[in-house]
């Protein structure tokens, strides 16, 4: 393992993020649609799932902090190991939801709701969030058709899963729930600090659900 390889790998990753909220903020724009201000109820889900190198950028982060030990031991602690362990019972952000982590969160969770999958024949369709298609039926209807008519280009999600996968094909494929996919990008990063005798700023402790 190589911390400046991982470091460099992180930079990619959030580039790709950049391009992706881009073309999501595009897209919200065109059709209307958006969350509700203050949910999070995507983040309750206990199968949000990413691989570990949607993961790095977070990882690093927080072993920066010097947060990976007491995180390691909340995971492996956790009782409800289905469920994020960034989630946060109250809202953090009128936008940001219940992520602890938002600007670093992986690419289902930037995704779900303003994407689209393809079906056998190739033709795309909206994958519409519960909670904004009953908030605006009508709208998201318009949405959905204006997508599968080629209309309006929504994010296709295997566009960037695939750009993950070709950054590097081991840690970019094999999704995992969320929680491992942290654990084993928070195990990784501590251990190439430790090898490369990396330094760290020490900052308050990890946030906990409230």
């Known amino acids: ?107 289902l969770c930037r995704l779900f709701g303003f994407a689209a999958m393809e079906d056998r024949g190739g033709n795309p369709e909206l994958v519409a969030c519960r909670l904004i298609r009953q908030a605006g039926p009508k709208r998201m209807r318009q949405a959905a058709l204006a997508v599968t008519c080629g209309r309006l280009a929504a994010p296709l999600m295997r566009h960037f899963t695939t750009a993950m996968y070709r950054l590097e094909p081991v840690l970019g494929s094999g999704a995992l729930p969320i929680n491992e996919a942290l654990r084993q990008a928070l195990q990784r990063v501590a251990l190439a600090a430790k090898l490369s005798g990396g330094s760290r700023t020490r900052k308050p402790a990890a946030p906990r659900s409230r």
């Open 1 to 107: 393992m190589n911390a400046s390889r991982d470091a460099r790998l992180a930079a990619r990753v959030l580039a790709i993020y950049r391009r992706l909220d881009r073309r999501l903020a595009a897209f919200r724009r065109r059709c209307g649609l958006a969350c509700l201000p203050g949910c999070g109820e995507c983040c309750r889900s206990t199968e949000v799932e990413a691989t570990v190198l949607e993961l790095l950028p977070l990882a690093l982060e927080l072993c920066r902090r010097g947060w990976e030990k007491e995180l390691l031991g909340r995971l492996a602690d956790s009782q409800e190991p289905g469920r994020c362990i960034l989630f946060s019972e109250r809202p953090l952000g009128r936008f940001a939801g219940h992520c602890a982590e938002y600007s670093r969160r992986p690419l």
